[in-house]
C-alpha cells in the first residue's frame, strides 16, 4: 500500500465521521429486534476470531418465550459429517476438497450470561445450550443452538446477553474464510434466529440456502494486526492504534440484518461518491485486488449503476455508503451479498461485452434491495430474492450496457466475442430454465430442491423469468407500480410470498391467484405451439342455393367464372395448441400475403383452438406469443410456422438456445 492510499484511507475515516452524523439524525428505519455490540480480536495466524457480543434482543411476538434459537453458522465446518458437507457432497461434488485440519472452521460458544437490571448478578446460562437441528436431525450438524432461559420472556420485553465466543475460520469454500492472508468473514457469530408466524425461524446451514435474520444495530470493534486493511458493514466510526502493533477499528450501522468484514494486507482501496438528481449521496468504497486494477473504473461505475437504477425502480438507497470487494483468488468469497457490503469476482482478459465484473456487481448490490432491505426468509422463499435481483439486474444490464454477445474462451484464455450474436440478458435465464423446467416447484425450501441446479433454475432463473412475464402481462406502467409499492411497503420486514401476490392484485385490481398458482407454487411447463397452418381457395359453390326466396342451381363452373373475374377467396385455417400444463392467455398473430395481419386472443384454456379466416389474401404465416412476452414459454422455436416453410427461423432459435446454455454454463455460480 503506497503513501497516497494510505493518505486516502485516513481521509476515508473523517469522511465517514461526517455521513454517521446524517445517520444518527434519522428515525429508526426498521424494527429493532437484534441489536449486537461486540468486540472481537483475530488472530491471523491461527486464523481465530474471538471476542465477545452483548445481544439485546426484544421479544415482538405475542406469546411468552422460554427458548432462545441461535445459528452458529461456522460448525458446518466442523466435520464432514455437518449437513452442510453432506449436501455439498451431492449438490456441488467438485466445489469441496479434502479439508484437512487446519482447514476446518467451527465457533465455540464459551458462555452465555443473562445480564439482568442493574446491580443484580448476571445468570450463567451458559449449561443450557444444547444442538438442535429441526431441519434434518443430523446429530452431527451443529449449526442450531438452543438455550433456555430461566424464566420465560414476557412478549414486547427485552433480553440482554452477553456471549463470549472463539471462532476458527475455515478455508474459504463457502463464501466465509480464509485464503492465505485474505479473510473473508461471515456468518461468523452467535446470531439469533427470528422468531416469527408464532415459532422459531432458525434453519441449519445448508449448502443451497442461505440466510435470515432480524434487522437491528451493530456497533462492533474488530482488533487486528495494523497492516491489514479492513472493509465491513457499515459505516467505520474510529481506528485505534493499541500501541502493541494492532489497531482496532469500530464499525457501525443501523438497520440491517447482518455483519461481514474483510481483512487482507494487500487490498487497493478506492473511493467515489454516487451523485443523482434526487436520490441521495452514497459513498462508494472498493477493495481491489494489487492483481485486478484494471477494473478499477469498471467495478465502480456498475455499483453505480446498480445504485442509480434499483434506486430510480424501487426506492433510494438508504445508507449513506456501500462498499464493493474484489475477493482474493481460490476464496470461495465471490459474488455474495451483505448488508451495505457485497463481493463480485473479476478474471483477467475480460473485456466489457462479456459484462464481467459487471454482472455480478449489478447483482450483488441489487441484493442491497432484495435481500437487505426487503428482508425475505431465503432458507424459504429464496426466488423472492434471487429472482427479484435476477429480473432486475437483467433490467439494469440492459439499460446501461445494452446487450449481451455471445462470447468463447480460445484455449480457456483468450476471450472471443461474436458480436453478430447478441441477445437481451434476461434470455440467459431461458436457457437454463428451459431443460429443468418440471423439476420442482418454484416454492421449495431452498434446501429440499432436487439438486443444486434445481435450485439455482427455480430461485434464479424461473424466478426472474416469472418478473419477466409478469411485467409483459401487466405492462411497463401498472408493473413498475406493483414493483415499487411492494418495495416500499415491505421494507425492512420480512414478505413471504403472499404479501407479494396481494400487491400485485390490490396495485392491478385483478385476481392473479391463476398466475401464481400455476407458476410460483407449481411446476409444470408452458408450452405453446402453432400446430398447424393451411390456406387454399375456397371451393368453388356447387348445388341448389335458397337465395332471394328462390331455389336456384348453381354449377361450380358458372360461380368459377364469376370469382375468377372478381376475386379468388382463400380459406386459411390456424390451430394453436396448448402444449404444457399451464393455462395462460395468449395472443396469435396471423399475416396475410397482401401484409394484412390479424391478431386473436385466446385464453389458452382448452388444449387448442382453430382460427378460421375467409381472405382475398393467402396466409402467410401465424405465430403464437408474437411479442415474445411470455418469457417462461420453455420452446420458442414451435412458436411460429409459415406457408412456405424455411428451416430459418427454427434454426436461428436452435442457435441462440446453445448460445445462451454455453454462456450460462460458463458464468452461472449459486453461491449468489
Ligand atoms: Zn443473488
Given at each position: 500500500?503506497?503513501?497516497?492510499?494510505?493518505?486516502?484511507?485516513?481521509?476515508?475515516?473523517?469522511?465517514?465521521?461526517?455521513?454517521?452524523?446524517?445517520?444518527?439524525?434519522?428515525?429508526?428505519?426498521?424494527?429493532?429486534?437484534?441489536?449486537?455490540?461486540?468486540?472481537?480480536?483475530?488472530?491471523?495466524?491461527?486464523?481465530?476470531?474471538?471476542?465477545?457480543?452483548?445481544?439485546?434482543?426484544?421479544?415482538?411476538?405475542?406469546?411468552?418465550?422460554?427458548?432462545?434459537?441461535?445459528?452458529?453458522?461456522?460448525?458446518?465446518?466442523?466435520?464432514?459429517?455437518?449437513?452442510?458437507?453432506?449436501?455439498?457432497?451431492?449438490?456441488?461434488?467438485?466445489?469441496?476438497?479434502?479439508?484437512?485440519?487446519?482447514?476446518?472452521?467451527?465457533?465455540?460458544?464459551?458462555?452465555?450470561?443473562?445480564?439482568?437490571?442493574?446491580?443484580?448478578?448476571?445468570?450463567?446460562?451458559?449449561?443450557?445450550?444444547?444442538?438442535?437441528?429441526?431441519?434434518?436431525?443430523?446429530?452431527?450438524?451443529?449449526?442450531?443452538?438452543?438455550?433456555?432461559?430461566?424464566?420465560?420472556?414476557?412478549?414486547?420485553?427485552?433480553?440482554?446477553?452477553?456471549?463470549?465466543?472463539?471462532?476458527?475460520?475455515?478455508?474459504?469454500?463457502?463464501?466465509?474464510?480464509?485464503?492465505?492472508?485474505?479473510?473473508?468473514?461471515?456468518?461468523?457469530?452467535?446470531?439469533?434466529?427470528?422468531?416469527?408466524?408464532?415459532?422459531?425461524?432458525?434453519?441449519?446451514?445448508?449448502?443451497?440456502?442461505?440466510?435470515?435474520?432480524?434487522?437491528?444495530?451493530?456497533?462492533?470493534?474488530?482488533?487486528?494486526?495494523?497492516?491489514?486493511?479492513?472493509?465491513?458493514?457499515?459505516?467505520?466510526?474510529?481506528?485505534?492504534?493499541?500501541?502493541?502493533?494492532?489497531?482496532?477499528?469500530?464499525?457501525?450501522?443501523?438497520?440491517?440484518?447482518?455483519?461481514?468484514?474483510?481483512?487482507?494486507?494487500?487490498?487497493?482501496?478506492?473511493?467515489?461518491?454516487?451523485?443523482?438528481?434526487?436520490?441521495?449521496?452514497?459513498?462508494?468504497?472498493?477493495?481491489?485486488?494489487?492483481?485486478?486494477?484494471?477494473?478499477?473504473?469498471?467495478?465502480?461505475?456498475?455499483?453505480?449503476?446498480?445504485?442509480?437504477?434499483?434506486?430510480?425502480?424501487?426506492?433510494?438507497?438508504?445508507?449513506?455508503?456501500?462498499?464493493?470487494?474484489?475477493?482474493?483468488?481460490?476464496?470461495?468469497?465471490?459474488?455474495?451479498?451483505?448488508?451495505?457490503?457485497?463481493?463480485?469476482?473479476?478474471?483477467?482478459?475480460?473485456?466489457?461485452e462479456l459484462r464481467?465484473?459487471?454482472?455480478?456487481?449489478?447483482?450483488?448490490?441489487?441484493?442491497?434491495?432484495?435481500?437487505?432491505?426487503?428482508?425475505?426468509?431465503?432458507?424459504?422463499?429464496?426466488?423472492?430474492?434471487?429472482?427479484?435481483?435476477?429480473?432486475?439486474?437483467d433490467?439494469?444490464?440492459e439499460?446501461?450496457?445494452g446487450p449481451y454477445y455471445f462470447s468463447r474462451r480460445f484455449?480457456?484464455?483468450?476471450p472471443i466475442v461474436f458480436k453478430r450474436f447478441s441477445y437481451k440478458p434476461a434470455w440467459g435465464s431461458m436457457s437454463g430454465y428451459r431443460p429443468y423446467a418440471?423439476?420442482?416447484?418454484?416454492?421449495?425450501?431452498?434446501?429440499?430442491?432436487?439438486?443444486?441446479?434445481?435450485?439455482?433454475v427455480?430461485?434464479?432463473s424461473?424466478?426472474?423469468l416469472?418478473?419477466w412475464?409478469?411485467?409483459?402481462?401487466?405492462?411497463?406502467?401498472?408493473?413498475?407500480?406493483?414493483?415499487?409499492?411492494?418495495?416500499?411497503?415491505?421494507?425492512?420486514?420480512?414478505?413471504?410470498?403472499?404479501?407479494?401476490?396481494?400487491?400485485?392484485?390490490?396495485?392491478?385490481?385483478?385476481?392473479?391467484?391463476?398466475?401464481?398458482?400455476?407458476?410460483?407454487?407449481?411446476?409444470?411447463?408452458?408450452d405453446y405451439a402453432i400446430?398447424?397452418?393451411?390456406?387454399?381457395?375456397?371451393?368453388?359453390?356447387?348445388?341448389?342455393?335458397?337465395?332471394?326466396?328462390?331455389?336456384?342451381?348453381?354449377?361450380?363452373?358458372?360461380?368459377?367464372?364469376?370469382?375468377?373475374?372478381?376475386?379468388?377467396?382463400?380459406?386459411?385455417?390456424?390451430?394453436?395448441?396448448?402444449?404444457?400444463?399451464?393455462?395462460?392467455?395468449?395472443?396469435?398473430?396471423?399475416?396475410?400475403?397482401?401484409?394484412?395481419?390479424?391478431?386473436?386472443?385466446?385464453?389458452?384454456?382448452?388444449?387448442?383452438?382453430?382460427?378460421?379466416?375467409?381472405?382475398?389474401?393467402?396466409?402467410?404465416s401465424?405465430e403464437v406469443d408474437p411479442d415474445h412476452?411470455i418469457f417462461l414459454d420453455v420452446n420458442y422455436t414451435n412458436n411460429s410456422k409459415t406457408?412456405n416453410p424455411r428451416k430459418l427461423p427454427a434454426y436461428k432459435w436452435a442457435f441462440r438456445w446453445m448460445f445462451w446454455l454455453q454462456h450460462l454454463l460458463e458464468t452461472c455460480?449459486?453461491?449468489?
Amino acid at each position: 500500500m503506497d503513501r497516497k492510499l494510505i493518505a486516502g484511507f485516513i481521509g476515508l475515516v473523517l469522511v465517514s465521521m461526517g455521513a454517521f452524523s446524517c445517520l444518527l439524525a434519522q428515525e429508526p428505519l426498521s424494527k429493532r429486534i437484534a441489536n449486537y455490540t461486540m468486540d472481537v480480536r483475530l488472530d491471523p495466524e491461527k486464523k481465530v476470531v474471538s471476542g465477545k457480543e452483548v445481544l439485546t434482543w426484544l421479544n415482538d411476538s405475542e406469546v411468552e418465550l422460554s427458548e432462545l434459537y441461535f445459528h452458529l453458522y461456522l460448525n458446518a465446518f466442523k466435520n464432514n459429517m455437518t449437513t452442510l458437507l453432506t449436501e455439498a457432497r451431492r449438490v456441488y461434488p467438485w466445489r469441496i476438497p479434502q479439508l484437512k485440519k487446519e482447514d476446518l472452521g467451527y465457533i465455540d460458544v464459551e458462555s452465555i450470561m443473562l445480564i439482568g437490571e442493574e446491580g443484580v448478578e448476571p445468570i450463567d446460562i451458559t449449561p443450557t445450550i444444547e444442538y438442535v437441528q429441526p431441519d434434518d436431525g443430523n446429530p452431527y450438524d451443529q449449526t442450531v443452538m438452543k438455550v433456555t432461559l430461566p424464566q420465560p420472556l414476557p412478549p414486547q420485553q427485552t433480553i440482554k446477553l452477553d456471549i463470549s465466543f472463539t471462532a476458527k475460520l475455515p478455508l474459504g469454500i463457502a463464501r466465509t474464510g480464509f485464503r492465505d492472508d485474505y479473510f473473508f468473514v461471515a456468518q461468523w457469530f452467535p446470531k439469533i434466529g427470528v422468531f416469527y408466524e408464532g415459532a422459531w425461524n432458525c434453519h441449519q446451514y445448508h449448502v443451497t440456502s442461505e440466510f435470515f435474520a432480524d434487522y437491528g444495530v451493530y456497533d462492533v470493534s474488530l482488533t487486528l494486526p495494523s497492516n491489514f486493511i479492513v472493509g465491513a458493514t457499515g459505516i467505520r466510526l474510529y481506528e485505534r492504534d493499541n500501541g502493541d502493533g494492532t489497531i482496532t477499528y469500530n464499525y457501525y450501522q443501523e438497520d440491517v440484518h447482518d455483519f461481514v468484514w474483510t481483512a487482507s494486507p494487500h487490498y487497493l482501496v478506492y473511493e467515489d461518491t454516487f451523485t443523482h438528481e434526487y436520490l441521495p449521496e452514497v459513498k462508494v468504497i472498493l477493495l481491489l485486488q494489487p492483481y485486478h486494477k484494471m477494473f478499477k473504473d469498471r467495478y465502480i461505475e456498475a455499483t453505480k449503476h446498480a445504485l442509480r437504477y434499483y434506486g430510480e425502480w424501487y426506492g433510494a438507497y438508504p445508507y449513506p455508503q456501500v462498499t464493493c470487494v474484489d475477493p482474493a483468488y481460490r476464496s470461495g468469497s465471490g459474488g455474495m451479498e451483505y448488508p451495505t457490503l457485497f463481493t463480485g469476482g473479476a478474471y483477467w482478459l475480460t473485456p466489457i461485452e462479456l459484462r464481467s465484473p459487471e454482472g455480478v456487481t449489478i447483482h450483488e448490490c441489487g441484493h442491497e434491495w432484495w435481500y437487505g432491505i426487503i428482508g425475505n426468509n431465503e432458507f424459504e422463499d429464496a426466488w423472492m430474492d434471487e429472482g427479484f435481483d435476477s429480473y432486475s439486474d437483467d433490467r439494469v444490464l440492459e439499460k446501461a450496457y445494452g446487450p449481451y454477445y455471445f462470447s468463447r474462451r480460445f484455449l480457456q484464455i483468450f476471450p472471443i466475442v461474436f458480436k453478430r450474436f447478441s441477445y437481451k440478458p434476461a434470455w440467459g435465464s431461458m436457457s437454463g430454465y428451459r431443460p429443468y423446467a418440471e423439476l420442482d416447484d418454484m416454492s421449495r425450501l431452498a434446501w429440499e430442491f432436487m439438486s443444486g441446479t434445481s435450485y439455482g433454475v427455480n430461485s434464479y432463473s424461473k424466478g426472474a423469468l416469472t418478473m419477466w412475464t409478469l411485467e409483459n402481462y401487466l405492462g411497463p406502467e401498472l408493473s413498475a407500480k406493483v414493483f415499487k409499492t411492494y418495495f416500499q411497503r415491505w421494507k425492512f420486514r420480512h414478505p413471504r410470498p403472499q404479501d407479494f401476490i396481494d400487491v400485485v392484485e390490490e396495485v392491478t385490481g385483478q385476481d392473479m391467484s391463476w398466475f401464481f398458482d400455476q407458476i410460483v407454487f407449481g411446476s409444470n411447463e408452458l408450452d405453446y405451439a402453432i400446430e398447424r397452418i393451411s390456406s387454399s381457395p375456397v371451393t368453388k359453390k356447387e348445388g341448389y342455393f335458397d337465395e332471394n326466396g328462390e331455389r336456384a342451381f348453381i354449377t361450380g363452373e358458372e360461380e368459377g367464372e364469376k370469382e375468377e373475374k372478381e376475386e379468388v377467396i382463400y380459406q386459411s385455417n390456424v390451430i394453436v395448441r396448448r402444449l404444457g400444463e399451464v393455462v395462460f392467455p395468449v395472443e396469435v398473430l396471423v399475416t396475410f400475403e397482401n401484409g394484412e395481419q390479424e391478431k386473436k386472443v385466446w385464453d389458452g384454456e382448452y388444449r387448442w383452438v382453430r382460427y378460421t379466416f375467409k381472405k382475398p389474401s393467402r396466409l402467410q404465416s401465424a405465430e403464437v406469443d408474437p411479442d415474445h412476452k411470455i418469457f417462461l414459454d420453455v420452446n420458442y422455436t414451435n412458436n411460429s410456422k409459415t406457408m412456405n416453410p424455411r428451416k430459418l427461423p427454427a434454426y436461428k432459435w436452435a442457435f441462440r438456445w446453445m448460445f445462451w446454455l454455453q454462456h450460462l454454463l460458463e458464468t452461472c455460480t449459486f453461491f449468489s
